[in-house]
């Protein structure tokens, strides 16, 4: 069974005087894994990317750019998996997976997925594609939580290249937060926002609540792009009825060789 991370009080907390339950944490991950290619896809390299992943030891995970099927690369690459990449990834470890598929093209498709070590009791994938070749979704997962704890709601993204397009995708996250999820519940949003311009903190927190975890802890968000010298802040884990202890960027080595991207892992406390 599952055991969620204690979260450590003052030796003069009294917990007799309340009745709210014990605080605790997951440990959550977020990665664009350019559908398990290098850089301008020279090299295939998923079987790396899992064993990097693994070693972050997330207990949820948010991917982005994920394959879900190609019918040319297992003739062309001879380690290309059978199964999907987000069952090849999860495997044993993330018992429990959800993919949301948004781009489709002739030999396959791409999209969003989670992996949780915790059950996802439901999960809905909504097109919030606007215009033009571009499509995206919010991969929406319900997790349930060990001890009758709260059910917690992950939301995995990958907003669009045009801000006007990200403005209304994140109207479109905002109506969903809002709308279809309790108020009291915890939320955790997480994905490439491709947010160059870093509007989205001021319209996520006044349309929904929702707060950036690197700018509570740190005063700014993270630069995760691109991996090998990050200068833009477009990866982002934002939380509503949490917070966060000590987010970082993972280390270049080696996860500049397998992703433009850096990834983001925080401790979220609820």
């Not at 999209?111 to 439901?122: D, L, R």
């Not at 993270?222 to 280390?251: M, Q, T």
Request: charged share 25%; proline share 8%.
């Amino acid at each position: 069974m599952l055991v969620p991370r204690p979260v450590i009080r003052s030796p003069e907390a009294d917990l007799s005087q309340t009745s709210d339950p014990p605080a605790f944490s997951i440990k959550v991950m977020t990665v664009n894994i350019h559908k398990g290619f290098t850089f301008f896809n020279r090299k295939f390299i998923l079987h790396e990317l899992r064993d990097a992943v693994r070693r972050v030891g997330a207990d949820v995970v948010f991917m982005q750019e994920v394959a879900g099927t190609h019918t040319t690369h297992a003739d062309k690459f001879d380690n290309y998996p059978d199964a999907p990449h987000y069952e090849f990834l999860a495997d044993s470890l993330w018992p429990e997976f959800a993919y949301g598929r948004n781009a489709v093209y002739t030999k396959g498709h791409h999209g969003n997925a989670v992996m949780s070590k915790f059950p996802i009791i439901h999960h809905e994938n909504r097109d919030v594609s606007i215009s033009g070749p571009e499509r995206r979704g919010l991969l929406h997962c319900t997790l349930k939580m060990p001890d009758q704890q709260p059910n917690v709601h992950a939301i995995c993204v990958h907003l669009g290249l045009l801000e006007s397009h990200r403005k209304q995708q994140m109207d479109m996250i905002c109506d969903m937060v809002r709308h279809d999820i309790p108020p009291d519940a915890p939320v955790i949003v997480a994905g490439d926002f491709n947010d160059w311009r870093m509007r989205a903190h001021k319209q996520l927190e006044k349309g929904a609540n929702l707060h950036e975890v690197f700018v509570q802890n740190h005063g700014r968000a993270a630069r995760s792009f691109p991996a090998r010298f990050p200068l833009l802040r477009l990866d982002r884990i934002y939380v509503r009825n949490a917070s966060a202890h000590a987010p970082v960027v993972l280390p270049r080595k080696p996860w500049s060789h397998l992703s433009d991207h850096a990834p983001l892992a925080a401790e979220i406390v609820f």
